[in-house]
């Protein structure tokens, strides 16, 4: 089955089977979702996420270096702030998905 159409004429490669399953595997981390909660609707610096996911700022740190490769958050450096903000709007199309199956 092709993934992204839903298709049964092509099969995904292994490189992109592998990178679906990365993408599922950065949003499987709860804190991260929490971090995409608190970026969606405009850009934060690093100390306003701390602050609202009630976290350290290494653990965030972390986590935003990892949805910052990914491609799903936007890293902006504005003088010595750092604004992290959605890239990949997917990521949140994808948990709203989610969260309207379960209800």
Same mark, same amino acid.
């Given at each position: #089955?092709? #993934? !992204?159409?839903?298709?049964?004429?092509?099969?995904? !490669?292994?490189?992109?089977?592998?990178?679906?399953a990365?993408?599922?595997?950065? /949003?499987?981390?709860? #804190?991260? @979702?929490? =971090? @995409? %909660?608190?970026?969606?609707?405009?850009?934060?610096?690093?100390?306003? =996420?701390?602050?609202?996911? &009630?976290?350290? %700022? &290494?653990?965030? !740190?972390?986590? $935003?270096?990892?949805?910052? &490769?990914?491609g =799903? @958050? &936007?890293? %902006?450096k +504005?003088?010595?702030?750092?604004?992290?903000? #959605?890239? +990949?709007?997917?990521?949140?199309? /994808?948990?709203? @998905?989610?969260?309207?199956? $379960?209800?």
């Open positions: #089955m092709n #993934m !992204s159409t839903g298709k049964t004429n092509h099969l995904l !490669s292994e490189d992109q089977l592998e990178q679906v990365l993408r599922f595997r950065l /949003l499987g981390e709860p #804190m991260r @979702l929490r =971090i @995409l %909660q608190a970026v969606c609707r405009k850009p934060r610096t690093v100390n306003e =996420i701390v602050e609202a996911v &009630a976290a350290t %700022q &290494a653990n965030v !740190s972390k986590h $935003l270096a990892l949805l910052a &490769a990914a =799903i @958050l &936007a890293r %902006q +504005d003088g010595q702030r750092v604004f992290y903000g #959605m890239k +990949d709007q997917l990521a949140m199309k /994808l948990c709203a @998905l989610v969260h309207k199956h $379960l209800e």
